[in-house]
């Protein structure tokens, strides 16, 4: 299995291990340490990812983006143990996975040597792609996960499935239906009946599940993510097909599943707006959208990364509450939501009211306008009037 | 029909009507002008709207706040006609509209006053909001739409229809489906069968719309959003639900259904993030998203507002192409999408291939990667390690 | 003595005090509360402001802006004490402090009254401006500050001198020199040579000035400003002249002198831009623009303003050191520079010297540029070469 | 002279070159094309980042990063004359200058290949740094200007000259007095009179000079920057002493003189604000500081320096007028402003006048000042008071 992403050498000190891995020929004693940080991957990564809202460029909930430098914890806690020197890795020298292991490597053990096949002169001479490795790891009987018949590359984790590269490279060709593995197709095998969730939040953390159908309640972050993974999975909830701006400078097309992560990231949106004041939501989503591009491009482990991640979190200290979702063939949203009871709530029922006047002066409105009309008013003193479409086509 | 939102007096020139009006026993010989600028409204503010990607705190498409400008426009042209100096409006005290009404009348008449009993202490006094008024109504035979059956206010164009107040009030309710207007019920009345469009853009404007299905291709803004309106509302297409923070400081709850405007939206945002350089791409969003406040604000005529959009429009001229959009109940979603042939692409399919390496040295990556690593790392020498999650848990 | 700027009635429940107010011949038997607030103002406003770097529309240091909330506090602590229900304050229409004083009272005290007699109808009825009530009170045996003879409205504290109105409010006219009160001038009465300062910070904040003329250092925040303001001031050090946005959206002219604000203003700028990383600083300088326009405008209390600051002081724990400053006749600046002893930097004499490669790979430079490369030239081949100038004019 | 920073081989399609080059015992026959490029420089950059009003972390006035991209066109077309395929230059593997050469190379001419010495594995074994290049080149009879003798770096063009390395990467040493070649010490060498300049700015750009001292007015760019750096020089306008952050990730220390600029940039930023609506400023900050990060950094020739630089040319439209400033030994500062009489201003003398209420009804502001406390108020309503200081201390 090559497919997982990487290599840790334990026993060597010396780079030419790169030449002789290159040709998979390698009579080095190989001890591999498979270690499952699920949970911490859950609680650390993503239970934050949604505490803060990520999303990268409006529409990718970063499921590759935030296990890089949860796996790259791992890994440099097995290189501790094996005192290890080098790192090697098998993302592409065009890719984000590169930059992600390799910037999280350097920030955790900043004199770590990294080994990259795929930037190797020697190895790229030989190879020159994806298809040239899968001939050879065939013609080596090498078992890979990806095989001409789904000419494609995925990348799984418990948040998501992405698909990339091969048929996909073609930004025009639609993704065939076979393709998806997390979720089913909505249309023809989702469930007809709609269903609703309650889930509750914390600080902007989510804290527990209530599934009324099944009248069971989640409450730690992995259970609450495989429910809602296999929830959402089973109504085909959370697919997207995008073109995508990579830190390395190119665009690449992917597509991406993220069943429990798209009902989360909906419900905390929802929350979100709901709680905060509209000036310190305006502020944290400018923190939110640098964050966004900073985890996306490998800086989890990063001054700014620190920094915007304690700020935003500072925001999130209001964000407590419930949040009614409804789940429906292909898509969820949420349709209710509610105050914490032990904390205060700035949403208004009676001052908002359109059946009362109370607590509120209506008269305060119009001098409200009225200055801000001076300088809507004064750039027409100034300059004349502003252009106006013609109302009667 | 008092729902309309606005009167406007041609043969008063003094403020005295208001106490009149507010009793609604006015004498005055009322004249009647009903323009019909629905095509005014789709290409002067519609298309704009999405070509620069508006959209309100992440969710609310704008349709309430577009149509305050477009309607203030025809305004100043019926006050200009009847030699007007006074304008009259419906609009509560706590709401937006009235600011949106206000601010345009004042930028394109500054010397116009308002009348705007809402807000008049004794037109207050009697009315305490909006049950009072329709109770008085109803005593004096006058037809409005708000009825206590259907007890919520809406607001309808061809963008869209908002429900809010009455037993939306309370954002922990459950919306009756009974409520939507514009879409049907997807999960029951909807074709079981998704369907495919191509829309089409030039310079971030939507140019046609190819329906396969009957095989006609929708070439007029009108018409486009007519069709668009038609077959995403027969899908039950743009359904929110939504707490959102007024400009005049409240938060308020909204449902809204904008089933073209939805579609119209998503493929536009596919269109641009494939289009747009990544950078080019990060600076319109910030252009965006303050023009999208300054939108719902009330802004459209103001010196901002008219920076900020020719600032976008810039950025669109390289935002030409066809996104295939699939349409299925309740949702849709961009599945491919293509280039304008007679313009260049920033997508190079060659270049992001993992099948070849040409046209890139993967060998340079790793000093891009090394370079960028130097602030992380320089971070870790001046201030200690970053702190870590355990990853065994 | 009109020109404190408040009033606050402790006896009185009747907004009709302002009636007689305005004409001055109030029988009300007034207690007259004069709180010494400075040490409060340093440490609470002034040193924030410092360690935030706060400067409105790039040259500003918000003298005026600052000391607002810090009055409004000790404003309802008198209020607190008397069982006042009423603010009243001869700011006028036109100007910010109406908004700093009234919103920091709605904050501190959300139930309070505000009575603004330069807003009253009857009272701007008799007095038109400024001249007629200089007038008044001259007609009525009232010493007033503000005098014909120096026809210019001031605003002192110990932070700053502001002036503004009468003959400034043409932009073109050059101020008198007789104006400044704070500062002497420059060229004929400051000290011939120039001497030299070493301020400390510890987390963005001031915590010692030394002298070396004198051989004296200052720890204590009032004693720090107290000794710069002098300093300064002898050297003339503080001058500015501008043309400011107001918040009720007026262009205004005012004449400025910060002495000892504008030396610690420099030093923490160049202690901040050698101790922060680099994005950590872009960030930081995001919320250091917002929340000088919060101050500016009035909002020291509010969720943005609160929220905006923590994030601030969470980056400033960082900058902590020392900056040689240079005083000369009309200006400081600062000539060098270094981190505390007990904390790391993140200058790193070795790395970036000239003279050595250590630490550093040159060759990674290139694959930087490289990849930096891939979105330019990817512009040309999709959209042809950029404009370039004629170099041979 | 090898302190020009570039070379470029004309007749040489090997890169072989450059190994020869790094011994300096080249037998190409060297053709050197010496292009004056100063009014390019000034008309097409300089004047360009006035109107932009750019600079970088505040104080750095890009004189460097500005001269880069007008060099590499001159060197582009010195290229195309040669048929040349490779550009070989001498800025080291730590700095900017690398970055921004090659950046606008690739840029102009995305086909060249670099040879950079600095950067190259053998050449760097050879010489360490800058101290053992100029140890050869004495050895060699190679005259350089950078001497043990001026132990640092300059870096000299029509705009400023900059100093580094050497004795100035110790940021707390004080650079001495000898170092300034532009500008004379202010204190001793300067006149004791100050001087008064106008300035005309036309769409933000600088249009003449008038210096009534001599009576003259400059017209022409290149004259008008020459006679400013020439009257500035000679009051030691301009010197400025920091540490920055380079693109590759280090902080260095700096020292600069930019007399004419200096005086240009202030003029500059006064005249625009006080003629640009505020709301349009602060958009157009947020894009002058993106375009000032992208200056520095070497991305001139970019597609988001090209939009930025479009986006504020809108803005600038309306930056036209006069300011006077005043000269003074070591600084200038504008006293007063004036907008050209042909076009509109939005300074409003009668409406800001604290002498007349005209045009203007000052109890809107009351309405305007409660509306904006609506969110303070609920602020305190849901989550109680805000924390205040205790003023009696």
């Given at each position: 299995m090559v497919e997982c992403g990487w290599w840790l050498f334990g026993?060597?000190?010396?780079?030419?291990a790169c030449n002789s891995l290159s040709g998979f020929t390698t009579t080095i004693p190989l001890e591999v340490i498979v270690a499952d940080v699920k949970q911490s991957f859950v609680e650390d990564y993503i239970w934050p990812a949604i505490q803060m809202g990520l999303v990268y460029e409006e529409r990718y909930l970063l499921g590759t983006s935030l296990a890089r430098p949860c796996i790259s914890v791992a890994l440099m806690e097995a290189a501790r143990q094996c005192g290890a020197k080098y790192l090697a890795h098998g993302a592409t020298g065009k890719g984000n996975d590169q930059v992600r292991f390799e910037l999280s490597a350097y920030a955790l053990k900043p004199d770590l040597k990294i080994i990259a096949p795929w930037r190797d002169v020697e190895f790229c001479r030989q190879f020159q792609g994806r298809q040239d490795l899968i001939a050879y790891a065939q013609r080596h009987d090498i078992e890979v996960s990806a095989k001409p018949a789904t000419p494609w590359s995925t990348d799984a984790n418990i948040l998501h499935i992405s698909y990339e590269s091969g048929i996909l490279e073609d930004p025009n060709t639609v993704a065939p239906?076979?393709?998806?593995?997390?979720?089913?197709?909505?249309?023809?095998?989702?469930?007809q009946d709609p269903v609703r969730l309650v889930i509750h939040f914390e600080r902007g953390l989510p804290t527990s599940v209530e599934d009324f159908a099944s009248s069971r309640v989640y409450t730690k972050p992995l259970e609450m993510l495989e429910f809602l993974n296999q929830l959402g999975g089973s109504y085909g909830i959370g697919r997207i097909d995008i073109v995508e701006n990579r830190y390395v400078g190119l665009k690449s097309r992917g597509v991406y599943e993220t069943p429990g992560g798209t009902i989360l990231y909906a419900a905390h949106q929802d929350l979100e707006v709901f709680a905060l004041d509209r000036e310190v939501l305006r502020t944290k989503q400018v923190l939110r959208n640098r964050m966004a591009d900073y985890v996306y491009n490998g800086f989890w482990f990063s001054p700014e990364a620190v920094y915007a991640r304690r700020c935003i979190e500072l925001a999130e200290q209001r964000v407590s509450g419930k949040v009614t979702m409804e789940l429906a063939p292909g898509y969820c949203r949420a349709i209710a939501r509610k105050s914490a009871e032990e904390v205060g709530a700035l949403y208004n029922e009676q001052l908002v009211s359109m059946d009362v006047h109370g607590g509120y002066v209506p008269q305060d409105a119009g001098g409200f306008i009225a200055i801000n009309a001076v300088r809507i008013r004064e750039h027409v003193r100034a300059f004349g009037p502003y252009e106006v479409p013609n109302p009667d086509k």
């Open positions: 026993n060597t000190s010396s780079p030419n239906d076979s393709l998806y593995e997390m979720t089913v197709d909505p249309l023809t095998k989702a469930p």
